[in-house]
């Protein structure tokens, strides 16, 4: 530990003329909670695959997920717990309920994204504990399950290879056909059944009639033959409906002998995930789809009309069939919405739910303290309370869009762009209510740039095709590779000097020149800097100090530059990882910086790299940190994007200066205040004024020099106590009290 910091007794050299004697130091510090720990925060994770509610006690509902197994809830939705005991599989793709013994539930899993499905698993206690339920079944992906209303220990299991059929509540099962299509979808004739409809993936829908054994399909009128989801009217059983994977909706009136299309008011060519009937009003019907929310039509799907979670990925629904009104969905990355007035209004119902998105990008807005937009892998989630709670703003986007990078305009924050895997980049103007397309359509963008004097100016970098510059707002694109390496080459970062616009340095990673390379004339010429034959992951520059960049690299840990790039050394020292996704200056005290290492959470170093110490109370262990950011208004929150784990964040506590010296230099007349935690953008104030002293030079977080000459001189009169306060950006502050001069 060093020696407390004193008050030099003696000053050297020729200008050194007196110092102020300090006599009293008064700190203002806010007190936050969750200090230097950090937090998850979200966005809601995964995938809903499937839900189901129980029939007698309609406050308790399952929901299987895509690779954190079932949850559990026993109040309507308002929290869930994991129900994963005895589970050999995460991966839930399908769920029942026996009706006459509703703690009697099965779960269908299949492989997904790696994690494998081990078949279809029982419980009888309510989802306390799971058997597996496979003798006889060859499948270990099971794609659908019903249950015989009138013989509930009678199931049917729809697989990748055909139908399977148990009477035995699961204990043993036989095959009953269909082998040749995955089943996607089954329905029952709750009047007769032994009536079995299955939707299938190419085959269009079958129809059986007694109990499966024998199976005939069903397609007048199915143009399209990727049957999704099926449903059938519990009044009219003849009445059915056909959900498919691009061709939108089918209704048939004659049992499935004929069917016609009803999408009016659908998107064109809609693929419908999930689909739902109000029980006593069979005429109203729920749609779910990956792209617009949930839709809802009450002339039995004439019409349909969008409701309130448009720009959701909703793949799963339910109804509580005591309380019509009461309706569930599902979503990708945003966890369970609930309503209780037919889908006029919804709820987030998240709380116990996993936080596994996978964070790619992260920007905080300039000038709205707490408001974080997050690129996941299911669209644009925006918090507005520091990442407490999470909005999906996807509404424009892609289906499912896997966002890589994001940027937003430093003076219209309202404005954010977007780029999405294999579409492209789009465009808010309304702060991610609604996108559009811009005029780039490259399909591999890694990482955006503004201007930040110019925002209309951005560039792209991609892992195809070098850097892109836009002076339109992402109208109309060129390319600006001239001296970039670009064959066998991925522009994996970029950054612009603030100070000097045109200046910026592009990061590059790939088997021949990875580097980071600059250029002076707003990207028309690339000059290689002195970091070659190194691969590059990210880059950030000081934002007081633009000549002072960083990189962090695959292999070689992170790296400096004072020098505007032409020299470089490895900074090290406390970091025992090599390779570094994501760095982040505090723009308040730019010696403190922040690095993410594969693997390795987040360090954190408050001496511009010298020394480096991990900084991962909190986060899970061994966690991947893709991307980080600081809150723009109160640099005090640092938020860590992660592979999986969703978003974290950490608030510091407000660290006051601390001034140790006042030293009065001549010629002209100023003021050197010495010591430490002196924040970029710091204000002094002398006596009672209300308006900071102008002009201060901030030199470094350990050196601040007040100008102004004799106007300075005379605001400090002969033998009477002088107060100086200084004020941090974040708040902290001291005063000090000393004689004049």
């Not at 290492?597 to 909190?618: D, H």
Request: overall charge negative; aromatic content about 8%.
């Amino acid at each position: 530990m060093g020696q407390p910091h004193r008050v030099n007794e003696r000053l050297h050299g020729p200008v050194a003329r007196w110092v102020v004697l300090l006599i009293a130091v008064a700190v203002s510090v806010d007190c936050l909670a969750g200090l230097n720990s950090w937090s998850s925060n979200g966005p809601p994770g995964g995938i809903i695959q499937a839900l189901a509610v129980d029939p007698i006690t309609p406050t308790t509902l399952y929901a299987g997920t895509n690779a954190n197994g079932a949850f559990k809830s026993v109040d309507g939705g308002s929290t869930w717990s994991a129900a994963n005991a005895g589970l050999t599989s995460v991966s839930i793709t399908c769920l029942a309920i026996d009706p006459s013994t509703p703690s009697t539930v099965y779960l269908g899993t299949a492989s997904y994204s790696g994690v494998a499905g081990t078949g279809i698993f029982k419980s009888t206690d309510g989802g306390e504990t799971w058997t597996a339920a496979n003798a006889g079944l060859p499948s270990s992906d099971i794609l659908s399950l019903a249950i015989d209303p009138a013989a509930p220990t009678t199931l049917f299991a729809g697989t990748q290879g055909g139908l399977f059929a148990s009477s035995d509540g699961a204990t043993t099962w036989r095959s009953l056909g269909l082998s040749s299509v995955p089943v996607l979808a089954l329905a029952i004739d709750p009047t007769d059944p032994i009536t079995l409809y299955a939707g299938t993936n190419g085959g269009g829908v079958f129809m059986s009639t007694d109990g499966g054994f024998t199976w005939a399909p069903l397609n007048t009128g199915l143009t399209w033959k990727l049957v999704c989801t099926l449903t059938i009217s519990p009044l009219i059983p003849s009445t059915l409906y056909a959900g498919t994977n691009g061709g939108g909706l089918f209704r048939s009136e004659d049992g499935g002998q004929t069917w016609v299309a009803i999408n009016t008011g659908l998107p064109n060519n809609a693929w419908i995930t999930s689909l739902t009937m109000d029980p006593s009003t069979p005429s109203t019907l729920y749609a779910g789809t990956p792209c617009c929310g949930v839709f809802i039509s009450t002339d039995g799907g004439a019409t349909w009309t969008a409701t309130g979670l448009t720009g959701n990925s909703v793949y799963a629904l339910a109804i509580a069939s005591s309380t019509p009104t009461r309706l569930y969905a599902g979503t990708v990355c945003a966890g369970i919405f609930t309503s209780s007035d037919n889908g006029v209004s919804w709820t987030e119902s998240v709380s116990g739910l996993p936080t596994d998105s996978f964070i790619n990008a992260l920007v905080t807005d300039p000038l709205a303290p707490g408001t974080v937009y997050a690129g996941t892998t299911g669209g644009v989630f925006k918090s507005m309370d520091g990442g407490s709670t999470w909005t999906q703003t996807s509404n424009g986007l892609p289906v499912a869009s896997r966002i890589y990078a994001l940027a937003i305009d430093p003076l219209e924050p309202r404005t954010v762009y977007a780029s999405v895997q294999y579409a492209g980049l789009f465009k808010t103007v309304d702060g991610g209510s609604t996108w559009v397309t811009t005029g780039c359509t490259n399909p591999q963008i890694v990482a955006l740039a503004i201007n930040p004097a110019t925002p209309t100016t951005l560039y792209a970098a991609t892992a195809c095709c070098g850097v892109l510059k836009s002076k339109d707002g992402g109208g109309t694109w060129i390319p600006m590779n001239n001296g970039l390496p670009i064959s066998n080459n991925v522009v994996e970062a970029l950054a612009v000097n603030p100070s000097i616009p045109t200046t910026l340095y592009a990061g590059t990673h790939g088997t021949v020149a990875g580097g980071v390379f600059q250029s002076a004339d707003g990207g028309n010429s690339w000059t290689a800097t002195g970091l070659v034959n190194v691969n590059v992951l990210t880059l950030a520059l000081d934002p007081s100090t633009p000549t002072t960049l960083y990189a962090g690299t695959d292999g070689e840990g992170v790296v400096k530059s004072t020098d505007g790039g032409n020299s470089w050394a490895a900074i090290n020292r406390g970091l025992p990882y090599s390779s570094v996704s994501a760095l982040a200056i505090n723009p308040s005290s730019p010696t403190t910086l922040y690095a993410a290492p594969l693997g390795g959470g987040v360090f954190e170093s408050t001496s511009g790299g010298a020394m480096w110490s991990a900084l991962n109370t909190g986060l899970p262990t061994h966690t991947s940190v893709l991307a980080l950011a600081i809150g723009s208004t109160s640099p005090r929150t640092l938020y860590s994007g992660t592979y999986g784990a969703g978003v974290f964040s950490m608030t510091f506590p407000v660290q006051p200066p601390l001034v140790t010296s006042l030293v009065k230099l001549s010629g002209p007349f100023r003021i050197v205040a010495n010591g430490s935690g002196l924040e970029s953008g710091i204000e002094v104030y002398i006596n009672d004024s209300t308006e900071a002293w102008n002009p201060v030079a901030w030199k470094s977080a350990t050196k601040l020099v007040l100008k102004g000459g004799a106007s300075l001189k005379a605001e400090i009169p002969p033998e009477t106590p002088t107060t100086f306060t200084f004020v941090n950006p974040d708040g902290g502050s001291t005063s000090v009290n000393g004689w004049s001069w």
